[in-house]
C-alpha cells in the first residue's frame, strides 16, 4: 500500500482494473459524524465531463466495508472501496512491447516482472478516487476548526486566469467543468481542451489550491512544515511535475523589499499586505491564505503517433494511442489535489501542529 501521514494515515490500494480501488484511513476520531452524501459530492466533482475527460464511466460510489457505523466513524481503521465497473484492458498488452512515452509503462515493465499494465496498473488515476473519498472526511474534520480547503484551475493548455483569485472563487469552480473560475474562462479552457483531443494530443494544466482558516503558527519545521509535507503530497498524484507556493519561482527573481509581505494591524490580528510567500514561513501558516499552484503535465496517452522502442525485437518502433483517455487531467486533478491537501492538514492538526 502507498501510504500518506502518520496520525490520520491514508494508505492506497488497487489497480485500474483490478475489482476495485479502495484505502484505509487511520486516526478519524471515534464518533466522529461523516457525511456521506458530502462524500459523493466530492467524488462527482473527479469524474470525468463530457468533451474533456476521458469516456471511462464509473459510477464511483463509496462503499464504507468498514469503521463506519449510523454514520459515525467507530474509531478503527476506516475501509473504503470504489467498485471498478467499466474497465477495458482491449489494447493495454501491446504496451507492454511498445511503451507508452510519457507513462510509467517502461519503468514499471523493468522494476516489476509480471506487471499488469491494464488501465496503466497502479499508475493509473484511477487510484485518485480514494483519496478524493478519505479527502472528504479530512475536509469534515478541518471544517469543524474553521478550516477550509478547495482548488481551481489557473490555466490549461497555455490559457491563463490572470484574476486575483480566492477561497470563494475555488468554491465557485466547483460549478464548472473544467474548474475554472468563471463562466468565460471555463469554455476557453473547454475549448482549448476539446481541440487538442480532435487533433489526438493533450495538454496540461496549473491547479490552484488554496487553504484558509489556518491559525498563525500551524504546521511543522524541516521536513514536517506545512509546504513540505503539501509538496510531497501533490507530487505523489500522477502527472504531477511542479509546485510552487505563493510567488514561488518568480521570488528568484524580485528584491526582498519586493518579496517580503509586510505586516499590519488589522481589528487587533496581525496581517499581511501582500501574500507573496502564499500563507507559509518557516514552514507555518503566517495568517495569509495558504495558497499553492501544482502543475500537471499533458496527458502522456494520445492517438498522435509517437516514436518509442519494440522490447520484443528490439528495435525503434511507433506507437499510436486509442482508447479512453483525458485529454487533459488538470480539471480531474483539481478534486485530487484539494483531497490530498486536506488530507495533509487534517494529519498535521491531529499531530497538534
Ligand atoms: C485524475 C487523473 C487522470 C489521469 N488520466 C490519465 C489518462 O486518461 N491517460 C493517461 O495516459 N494518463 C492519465 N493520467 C496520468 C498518468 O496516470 C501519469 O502520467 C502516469 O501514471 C505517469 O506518472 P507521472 O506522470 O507522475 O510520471 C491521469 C492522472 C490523473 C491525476
Redesign the pocket.
Known amino acids: 500500500m502507498y501510504t500518506l501521514g502518520r496520525k490520520l494515515r491514508f494508505s492506497l490500494f488497487g489497480r485500474s482494473h483490478a475489482r476495485c480501488v479502495g484505502c484505509i484511513l487511520e486516526g478519524v476520531p471515534a464518533g466522529f459524524p461523516i457525511d456521506v452524501g458530502a462524500i459523493g459530492e466530492e467524488m462527482a466533482l ?1 469524474r470525468p465531463r463530457p468533451g474533456i475527460g ?1 469516456g471511462r464511466a464509473e459510477a464511483d460510489g463509496v462503499e464504507f466495508v468498514e469503521g463506519v457505523v449510523d454514520g459515525r466513524a467507530v474509531g478503527t481503521p476506516i475501509i473504503m472501496e470504489i467498485a471498478n465497473g467499466d474497465a477495458d484492458g482491449s489494447g493495454y498488452l501491446a504496451f507492454s512491447r511498445t511503451p ?1 512515452p ?3 509503462d517502461l519503468p514499471a515493465l523493468v522494476k516489476y516482472g509480471g506487471f499488469d499494465i491494464a488501465g ?1 496498473g497502479q ?3 484511477r487510484l ?1 478516487a480514494p483519496i478524493v473519498a478519505a479527502g472528504g472526511i479530512a475536509k469534515q474534520m478541518l471544517a469543524r476548526e474553521g478550516v477550509r480547503v478547495a482548488a481551481f484551475c489557473r490555466s490549461v493548455g497555455g490559457v491563463e486566469d490572470r484574476g486575483e483569485r480566492g477561497l470563494e472563487d475555488a468554491m465557485a469552480s466547483r460549478a464548472y467543468p473544467t474548474r475554472a473560475c468563471t463562466a468565460e474562462l471555463d469554455r476557453e479552457f473547454s475549448d482549448c481542451i476539446s481541440s487538442a483531443g480532435e487533433d489526438g494530443d493533450s495538454v496540461g494544466g496549473v491547479v490552484e489550491c488554496v487553504i484558509g482558516g489556518l491559525p498563525i503558527g500551524f504546521g511543522g519545521i524541516w521536513f514536517e512544515s506545512l509546504d513540505a509535507e503539501l509538496a510531497a503530497a501533490m507530487f505523489g ?5 511542479g509546485v510552487e507556493f505563493g510567488r514561488g519561482f518568480a521570488l528568484a527573481g524580485m528584491r526582498g523589499s519586493q518579496s517580503n509581505d509586510a505586516y499590519r494591524f488589522e481589528g487587533g490580528r496581525v496581517v499581511t499586505e501582500t501574500n507573496n510567500m502564499g500563507g507559509i514561513l518557516g514552514g507555518m501558516a503566517d495568517g495569509a491564505p495558504v495558497v499553492f499552484r501544482t502543475a ?2 499533458p ?3 494520445i492517438a498522435k503517433r509517437q516514436r518509442t522502442v519494440d522490447l520484443d525485437s528490439l528495435e525503434d518502433a511507433d506507437v499510436g494511442i486509442g482508447g ?3 485529454p487533459c ?1 488538470a480539471p ?2 483539481a478534486a ?1 489535489a484539494e483531497a490530498a491537501a486536506a488530507l495533509v492538514v487534517a494529519d498535521q492538526m491531529e499531530r497538534g501542529f
Open positions: 473527479r476521458t507508452r510519457g507513462h510509467a496503466g499508475f493509473s488515476g485518485t498524484i500522477p502527472a504531477c511535475k500537471f503535465k496527458t502522456p496517452s479512453r483517455h483525458d487531467v480531474r486533478a485530487v
